[in-house]
């Protein structure tokens, strides 16, 4: 589906759904908000994240419309008392950005929601390869760039164009998640180091001990390497998951019972990452996969989540209405 036609599908939905006898049928119990960066610029970052004013939309959304902003776990625990009282809504953070706890923190709040972080090892330990930022820089640096992996040399003097082919190469990466590591020299070609971006954009140890302790905080993992674990084998998935974990709870002395799959679209995770899961003693696994919780039968390792992407297809999602076209893909 085109940019144009899924905004004109995002509209409508959400003006269908602000009837309340569509809500009142359509809508789940509760929902799983997905969230990575929140920018105060987002021009600035090729709108790679969450701009600021539709974050502060989405807390106040939830709030005027009656969603109670509970943790995960209490949110559950609603969903398996069969409570509706309220419907319930779960902020999630995913990667560990910094900006989280420099932008996000004060607007959480001032609003008092809880949220969790799911954080990968190579973020604070500066390790990750983090690709999409190397393409992101990229972009922004340059006004032809050569990707030889892609076979495509783009010229992008102007914005539009950059984010054209910036979502290009994402959506090749996305196609076959064992293509980023082929972007490696490419990077190197240009001086464009991850390290350095990841000791940007990512909390270090020391800020990330800090917001755990935070009384509105909780801490998941998200895999050592953020690799696709439906690419690896079943040992290597497991140690990522496993070593992940351990590694947050010697350094932050708490205990990590929540994942989140890096990607996670069908591509990414599947059944055996969710059996991986399971035994290794996680309590829930959630996944990008764009739908609401409506009963207490949801499969905790296979959560679904909604991503935040405009005012629109925020509010068509949220309203429910978006859930039966889907089901009919």
Same mark, same amino acid.
């Given at each position: 589906?085109?940019?144009?036609?899924?905004?004109?599908?995002?509209?409508?939905?959400?003006?269908?759904?602000?009837?309340?006898?569509?809500?009142?049928?359509f809508?789940?119990?509760?929902?799983?908000?997905?969230y990575h960066?929140?920018?105060?610029?987002?021009?600035?970052?090729?709108?790679?994240?969450?701009?600021?004013?539709?974050?502060?939309?989405?807390?106040?959304?939830?709030?005027?419309?009656?969603?109670?902003?509970?943790?995960?776990?209490?949110?559950?625990?609603k969903?398996?008392?069969? *409570?509706?009282?309220?419907?319930?809504?779960?902020?999630?953070?995913?990667?560990?950005?910094?900006?989280n706890?420099?932008?996000?923190? !004060?607007?959480?709040?001032?609003?008092n929601a !809880?949220f969790?972080?799911?954080?990968?090892?190579?973020?604070?330990?500066?390790?990750l390869?983090?690709?999409?930022?190397?393409?992101?820089?990229?972009?922004?640096?340059?006004?032809?760039?050569?990707? *030889?992996?892609?076979?495509?040399?783009? =010229?992008?003097?102007?914005?539009?164009?950059?984010?054209?082919?910036?979502?290009?190469v994402?959506?090749?990466?996305?196609?076959?998640?064992?293509?980023?590591?082929?972007?490696?020299?490419?990077?190197?070609?240009?001086?464009?180091?991850l390290?350095?971006?990841?000791?940007?954009?990512?909390?270090?140890?020391?800020?990330?001990?800090?917001?755990?302790?935070?009384?509105?905080?909780?801490?998941?993992? =998200?895999?050592?390497?953020?690799?696709?674990?439906?690419?690896?084998?079943?040992?290597?998935?497991?140690?990522?998951?496993?070593?992940?974990?351990?590694?947050?709870?010697?350094?932050l002395?708490?205990?990590v019972? +929540?994942?989140?799959?890096?990607?996670?679209? !069908?591509?990414?995770?599947?059944?055996?990452?969710q059996?991986?899961a399971?035994?290794?003693?996680?309590?829930?696994?959630?996944?990008?996969?764009?739908?609401?919780? +409506?009963?207490?039968?949801?499969?905790?390792?296979?959560?679904?989540?909604?991503?935040?992407?405009?005012?629109?297809?925020?509010?068509?999602?949220?309203?429910?209405?978006?859930?039966?076209?889907?089901?009919?893909?």
């Amino acid at each position: 589906m085109n940019a144009i036609l899924k905004g004109c599908v995002y509209h409508g939905a959400s003006l269908v759904g602000q009837l309340p006898g569509v809500r009142a049928l359509f809508a789940g119990k509760a929902v799983i908000l997905l969230y990575h960066e929140i920018q105060r610029d987002c021009r600035s970052e090729m709108m790679t994240g969450t701009s600021v004013s539709l974050f502060e939309y989405s807390l106040n959304w939830l709030q005027r419309d009656g969603w109670s902003i509970v943790s995960l776990d209490e949110c559950l625990q609603k969903l398996a008392n069969n *409570d509706r009282s309220r419907r319930y809504a779960v902020l999630t953070f995913d990667d560990g950005y910094r900006d989280n706890v420099t932008v996000a923190l !004060p607007i959480l709040e001032r609003h008092n929601a !809880p949220f969790m972080v799911y954080v990968p090892t190579g973020a604070p330990t500066r390790s990750l390869q983090s690709w999409w930022l190397g393409v992101r820089k990229l972009f922004l640096s340059r006004d032809t760039i050569a990707i *030889d992996a892609l076979g495509r040399v783009f =010229h992008c003097p102007d914005i539009r164009s950059k984010l054209s082919a910036f979502a290009e190469v994402i959506e090749w990466v996305h196609q076959d998640y064992r293509r980023a590591a082929m972007l490696t020299p490419t990077f190197t070609q240009n001086g464009i180091s991850l390290a350095a971006l990841n000791e940007h954009y990512f909390l270090d140890e020391c800020e990330l001990g800090i917001l755990a302790r935070h009384p509105l905080a909780s801490i998941g993992g =998200h895999t050592t390497s953020h690799a696709a674990l439906a690419t690896l084998d079943h040992s290597s998935a497991r140690a990522e998951l496993a070593d992940n974990r351990r590694y947050l709870e010697n350094l932050l002395q708490v205990t990590v019972r +929540h994942v989140a799959y890096p990607y996670g679209t !069908p591509g990414a995770c599947g059944l055996r990452e969710q059996h991986l899961a399971h035994e290794l003693g996680f309590q829930t696994a959630v996944t990008t996969r764009q739908w609401q919780l +409506h009963d207490h039968k949801v499969d905790p390792f296979a959560l679904p989540r909604i991503c935040v992407q405009s005012p629109s297809a925020f509010t068509a999602r949220m309203s429910g209405v978006l859930e039966p076209l889907q089901a009919l893909r």
